[in-house]
């Protein structure tokens, strides 16, 4: 169980922003899976290099939060939990010009391993922001 913490109205705000980014990043992935299938998503790339300039804002931002949340060993234990979601970036690495390989990569390991994650944030997370 989280134990309680009160947020000043700057980590509500920091919060609420990292939420949201972790939103519409999923958003993203989504788009970027589809597009390989719909040939009208024709962004799928640039999306896909935007998703990954998302993740080290998200790095840096897990930073913060654990150090807001060091006396909630849940909150730090999901955060450190998004190493899993970059270890599934980094099987991209001299791949993204092969499209077959890049889709079982986004579709099968990326976008669910964050998925996943996401769904632990939101978890821990939210509930401090319905306060």
């Known amino acids: 169980m989280t134990s309680t913490v009160i947020l000043d109205e700057k980590q509500f705000e920091l ?18 899976t589809d597009s390989f299938k719909e040939i009208e998503k024709t962004e799928g790339d640039r999306v896909l290099a935007d998703v990954f300039e998302s993740f080290g804002q998200v790095s840096e931002s897990n930073e913060l939060i654990k150090a807001l949340f060091e006396k909630s060993p849940e909150v730090v234990s999901v955060l450190s939990r998004f190493k899993q979601v970059i ?43 319905n306060n």
């Open 15 to 32: 919060l609420q922003r990292y939420v949201g980014m972790l939103e519409t990043i999923e958003e993203a992935l989504t788009y970027v």
């Open 87 to 129: 270890d599934q970036t980094m099987k991209l690495d001299g791949h993204l010009g092969e499209s077959n390989i890049k889709e079982e990569i986004v579709k099968g390991k990326l976008s669910p391993a964050f998925s996943a994650w996401k769904l632990e944030i939101d978890r821990v997370l939210k509930p401090l922001l």
